[in-house]
């Protein structure tokens, strides 16, 4: 018996994962000892039992060695490893890229808007609706959006998952409000939030003028343009 459950021990727990075990060894190892003394005190008393017991004690040794064993194998490390971290989508640094803008100015250029700096903006000049282009430059999800922005009244946002800034598809839009001498910060919990390039409208605005300081896109990356 105690050859056998040596034998299970080392199928279960290689050599070379000797020093990764838990404490669920130990708690492992004390409950094979006294099966195997419940065992050995059935054969020296020649019970009728016998037969039966040292079965029973194998059975329950064999599904406490699988049942309790670490679940931290190799495999499971690495799927850990390897879990997507979620970033800011829109920033520069990360690939984002502003391909198309209504409005230019020299001072506030379209690239203020994902530079993740909000005391740099891009402004509207001329009338409205204005609007502009961020593309990804690979297949995104995003969760979370946070623009902001000054003077804003109405904004809305579609979204495409074309290799190209087409197909763009009606995705959010809401009705802003004014904040005297602060910035607008509109928090969007996103829905359905595959994309490769998100195109932003402002439909109206307070003022003759609008200005977006910051677009930020909370998510993953799932995938690079093929």
Excluded at 193 to 211: E, K, N, P, V
Aim: hydrophobic letters at 40%.
């Amino acid at each position: 018996m105690g050859r056998i459950l040596t034998d299970i021990r080392s199928l279960f727990f290689p050599e070379r994962d000797q020093s990764k075990r838990t404490t669920n060894v130990g708690i492992l190892s004390l409950v094979s000892s006294i099966n195997y003394l419940l065992v050995w005190d059935t054969f020296k008393d020649g019970k009728d039992l016998k037969p039966l017991l040292c079965q029973f004690s194998f059975i329950v040794t064999l599904h406490l060695h699988i049942g309790l064993c670490p679940l931290t194998t190799r495999s499971r490390r690495k799927i850990k490893h390897f879990k997507m971290k979620k970033i800011d989508l829109c920033l520069s640094s990360e690939g984002a890229e502003v391909i198309l803008a209504t409005s230019s100015d020299e001072k506030h250029p379209p690239e203020n808007m994902i530079d993740g700096n909000p005391d740099t903006f891009w402004t509207t000049t001329g009338m409205f609706p204005q609007e502009f282009i961020i593309c990804f430059h690979k297949h995104v999800r995003i969760e979370r959006l946070v623009i902001q922005s000054y003077f804003v009244r109405t904004l809305r946002i579609e979204k495409s998952t074309s290799k190209e800034p087409v197909d763009f598809e009606p995705w959010i839009e809401r009705d802003l409000v004014h904040t005297e001498g602060q910035l607008q910060n509109e928090e969007i919990m996103a829905r359905d939030g595959h994309a490769t390039y998100l195109r932003f409208i402002i439909i109206s605005a307070f003022d003759h003028f609008a200005s977006v300081h910051s677009v930020s896109a909370e998510g993953i990356a799932v995938s690079n343009l093929s």
